[in-house]
Structure formats: structure tokens, C-alpha cells
T-cell receptor, first 113, second 116 residues
């Protein structure tokens, strides 16, 4: 596609439920990133993929968060046993390589009630 | 740990004014610096990317400068327009350390309002 696509755009879930957020990067982009943005804050890094492998997952807050990119294109961010503190916008981004310009999607707005 | 600070947090100017947004970072060993624009409820749009070896980049009415040694960058917007109203975010990418450190560290942004 023309840009980074994220689904769903909005998700409301109950505390304790499991959530999956999907990211479809720009075609040909090997680098893929997940960030999380809370209200009034800048985005915070979660995880970086180069191809299929997670090259840096140091930003994942705990073991409830997990992300995959099995074929080196689409990525899924998975959150288990959601908590109200997980409510935020989850942003996906991609680039041709780690040194290139990064392009962001519109984000998935997650609300945990 | 890298920290990025943006001043001011909010800025309101009349249409037509030139303005400067400031960004500072604590660790000068950066790979590049990128300025983004974020409209309410939207994702981030890349404006300018400055590699660590560069001093400035220009795109239309926007000019970004980088002084790596002092840990500062500025975004200059000429002849501001109401359509420039948005939050502007600065982000630095640190040099590759062998641990896959290609992550961006963001400031909290400057919220710009251009009054017609």
C-alpha cells in the first residue's frame, strides 16, 4: 500500500482480555517498529524488527507484551491480560533500513475498561 | 540514557510570523535526528531528517539545524499559516551499539497554534 496501515483503528476491551493489533508496513520496508504513545507524551519505543527477527525488544514493558513478524512483512503486537494502564495509542512505523526516514501509521487507539 | 527536551511546550503565534522550535538532547552520540508533525488523533508525519554529519536540512518553508556537539536542534518555520497548527516532535536515533539500538527517543513535543 501507499503507507503504513494499522488495524483496528480503535479497540475497547475489558481488563484481563487478550488483544491483537496488526501492522502492514510500506511494501519493501525491511525495518518495522512498534511505539506506544500516552496522552501528552512523545512515543515510546517498544520493539524493532529487521526482517523477521526482533533485533531489539528492550522497550517491551513486561512479558504480557509480545510481537511477531513471521514473513518479514505484516506484524502483530499481542497483549495478554490487559490492564487499564495499557490504554494508549500503539503506533507502527517502517523504513527501508535502520538509518532511513521512518514512516508512521495512524495508530491503534486501545482503551482498557 | 538519552533524554530529549522540547521547549516551549506550547506556542501561539499570529499568521505570517516566522518561528523557531527548540529541541535538546543529552547524549551527543546520535545517528540522526528527525522532526515530525502530529495532528490531533493522527499518526506522525516525517518533516525533515538530519544525519549526524549534516548541519541542516530544508524543505519548503521548513529549515532544521543540528548542532551535535551542543546537543541542540531547531526547527524554523517561515511565514506561518493556520494549517501549520499541530504538535511538532523531535526524535533522535542513537548510534548502533551492537545491541540493535535503532530506536528513536522522542521529546514530548511543542503544540503550535497559528492564529488567522
Amino acid at each position: 500500500g501507499a503507507g503504513v496501515s494499522q488495524t483496528p483503528s480503535n479497540k475497547v476491551t475489558e481488563k484481563g482480555k487478550y488483544v491483537e493489533l496488526r501492522c502492514d508496513p510500506i511494501s519493501g520496508h525491511t525495518a518495522l517498529y512498534w511505539y506506544r504513545q500516552s496522552l501528552g507524551q512523545g512515543p515510546e519505543f517498544l520493539i524493532y524488527f529487521q526482517g523477521t527477527g526482533a533485533a531489539d525488544d528492550s522497550g517491551l514493558p513486561n512479558d504480557r507484551f509480545f510481537a511477531v513478524r513471521p514473513e518479514g512483512s505484516v506484524s502483530t503486537l499481542k497483549i495478554q491480560r490487559t490492564e487499564r494502564g495499557d490504554s494508549a495509542v500503539y503506533l507502527c512505523a517502517s523504513s527501508l533500513g535502520p538509518a532511513a526516514t521512518i514512516y508512521f501509521g495512524e495508530g491503534s487507539w486501545l482503551t482498557v475498561v | 540514557k538519552q533524554e530529549v527536551t522540547q521547549i516551549p511546550a506550547a506556542l501561539s503565534v499570529p499568521e505570517g510570523e516566522n518561528l523557531v522550535l527548540n529541541c535538546s538532547f543529552t547524549d551527543s552520540a546520535i545517528y540522526n535526528l528527525q522532526w515530525f508533525r502530529q495532528d490531533p488523533g493522527k499518526g506522525l508525519t516525517s518533516l525533515l531528517l538530519i544525519q549526524s554529519s549534516q548541519r541542516e536540512q530544508t524543505s519548503g518553508r521548513l529549515n532544521a539545524s543540528l548542532d551535535k556537539s551542543s546537543g541542540r536542534s531547531t526547527l524554523y518555520i517561515a511565514a506561518s499559516q493556520p494549517g501549520d497548527s499541530a504538535t511538532y516532535l523531535c526524535a533522535v536515533k542513537e548510534g548502533y551499539s551492537g545491541a540493535g539500538s535503532y530506536q528513536l527517543t522522542f521529546g514530548k513535543g511543542t503544540k503550535l497554534s497559528v492564529i488567522p
